[in-house]
């Protein structure tokens, strides 16, 4: 009787731990609980890539609407100009008559004005392109400075 009760009892060492399937299951467990994890962990790593493009974009912008708002439209129609890594092109043409500045007395004075479209392109290195328009005002002087302060 005693070899019946021996097999009938269970051991401690089949009850003690994990058994390879349990295990192998808990690594699957675990490895699907993480895929939604490394999916936004792409995400995010997308996401800062189009976030460091945007900031790229704005400050070439800024730089190009600096430089477009101190150039004279009149004097240089169209060109180009190296802002960072991209370069700047426009073309600008004119959307007024030319007509003379007016001093505070209502006389004219010794500037000629004319209004202007700027067609303008940003070019990056990569081949992205950003283009705008900005309305600007052209001048030239009708008289020497020397003439005009005598």
């Not at 290195?125 to 005002?137: H, I, P, Q, S, Y």
Request: proline letters at 6%.
């Amino acid at each position: 009787m005693r070899r019946a009760d021996r097999k009938a009892a269970p051991t401690s060492a089949s009850q003690a731990g994990f058994s390879l399937l349990e295990a192998l299951v808990a690594v699957a467990l675990i490895a699907a609980a993480f895929l939604p994890l490394l999916a936004l962990q792409g995400q995010l790593a997308r996401t800062v890539i189009a976030v460091e493009r945007a900031e790229t974009n704005v400050k070439d912008m800024t730089s190009a609407l600096s430089y477009l708002r101190v150039m004279n439209p009149m004097k240089t129609p169209e060109g180009s100009e190296k802002i960072g890594d991209a370069t700047l092109s426009w073309t600008a043409r004119p959307v007024s008559d030319e007509r003379p500045a007016l001093d505070q007395g209502g006389a004219p004075g010794r500037f000629m004005l004319q209004l202007y479209d700027i067609e303008a392109e940003i070019i990056y290195e990569d081949g992205r392109r950003t283009a705008f328009t900005v309305r600007a005002l052209g001048w030239r002087p009708t008289t020497p400075v020397s003439a005009a302060f005598q």
